[in-house]
Nanobody, 127 residues
Framework: QVQLVESGGGVVQAGGSLRLACTTS????????VGWFRQPPGKDREFVAA????????HYADSVKGRFTISRDNAKSTAYLQMNSLEPEDTAVYYC????????????????????WGQGTQVTVSS
């Protein structure tokens, strides 16, 4: 009932930047929690960042804090992940996820708590 599509992935050199976008459609009912997750090669999916309604609450994994910024534009039904100072360790498939509830801090860091997912977009950081 809710569709998400990621865009903006690509290949960049270490130290570069990328901006990912996640467009949503369907019965989002203005949504509440949007999360970004990533899955590095050979590893499990991990939490990156999350944002609640109106941008009043943002949360980041320690590994990206200070480098990545999550935001959302409700008028455009789009969430963003601005990634700066990229490192080879950031190489992964990045997914956006959506849930209608206001997830508590521990819950928003776990992908199992999100009901809807995009297809993912590849981010490759070369050294």
């Amino acid at each position: 009932q809710v569709q998400l599509v990621e865009s903006g992935g690509g290949v960049v050199q270490a130290g570069g930047s990328l901006r990912l976008a996640c467009t949503t459609s369907g019965r989002t009912n203005n949504g509440y929690t949007v999360g970004w997750f990533r899955q590095p090669p050979g590893k499990d999916r991990e939490f990156v960042a999350a944002i609640r309604c109106c941008g009043s609450s943002t949360h980041y994994a320690d590994s990206v804090k200070g480098r990545f910024t999550i935001s959302r534009d409700n008028a455009k039904s789009t969430a963003y992940l601005q990634m700066n100072s990229l490192e080879p360790e950031d190489t992964a498939v990045y997914y956006c996820a959506f849930d209608r509830s206001r997830l508590i801090l521990s819950a928003l860091r776990s992908g199992q708590n999100y009901d809807y997912w995009g297809q993912g977009t590849q981010v490759t950081v070369s050294s």
